[in-house]
């Protein structure tokens, strides 16, 4: 009698122990956060306006491949829309002489992740599509971003949202010191 309970008890209590364990694989990822310092200005003109679209298909910032139809996502804490909308604030400011304005488009924003049993490959892509508008000139060019790296061990979030960022920190910067998006009224 004594031996059965403790057989009942030991098997409850592996599954409970198994369960617990299944729940804390399957929980749902983190959000990423991409933190990104304003853009410096080293052009003299400002814009007036900047305006961000996301024309993804999708919300989500990183996709982990686990086998040919199965993929783990994940998206971002912040929309990116509006990551990028804070890191160009410095470059806004409103002026009576002047009516420039970016139309920012996101047309790529990923990091695609591998992963075998002793090592993780990231793939960074981003695509912005940036249109200048002053009065009846017009000018619009693409800004892309692509990086790889590969380590021992597994991606954290930390990894991904670091090396994400940079990434974006440099388009954004090439954007911004971009002398050709700062179209003049007399040019």
């Known amino acids: 009698m004594i ?10 209590l592996l599954i409970a122990l198994t369960s617990v364990l299944l729940s804390a694989c399957a929980s749902a990822p983190q959000p990423l956060i991409i933190n990104l310092n ?23 910032l990183y996709r982990q491949l ?6 783990r996502f994940t998206a971002p804490s912040v929309p990116l829309r509006a990551t990028i909308e804070g890191a160009l604030q410095t ?3 409103p002026t009576t002489n002047g009516n420039l304005q970016w139309i920012i488009t996101i ?7 591998t992963s075998s049993a002793l090592k ?5 892509e981003i695509e912005l599509r940036v249109t200048a508008i002053n009065n009846n000139r017009r000018y619009s060019n693409v800004y892309r971003g692509r990086a790889e790296s590969s380590a021992i061990g597994r991606a954290d979030e930390a ?9 974006l920190a440099r388009v954004l910067t090439d954007i911004s010191n971009d002398p050709e998006l700062r179209i003049r009224d007399n040019e």
């Not at 047309?107 to 992740?113: M, R």
């Not at 993780?120 to 960074?124: A, D, G, R």
């Not at 990894?159 to 990434?167: G, N, Q």
Request: net charge positive; glycine share 4%; no cysteine.
């Open 66 to 71: 686990k086998s040919e139809d199965k993929a």
């Open 120 to 124: 993780y490959q990231l793939k960074h």
């Open 91 to 93: 470059l806004v400011k």
């Open 38 to 60: 304003p853009v410096t200005n080293k052009l003299s003109q400002s814009v007036q306006q900047i305006t961000v679209n996301d024309q993804r298909s999708h919300s989500y």
């Open 3 to 12: 031996g059965s309970v403790k057989a009942r008890l030991s098997s409850t």
């Open 107 to 113: 047309e790529e924003a990923v990091v695609e992740g």
């Open 159 to 167: 990894v991904i949202e670091r090396e994400f960022a940079a990434l």
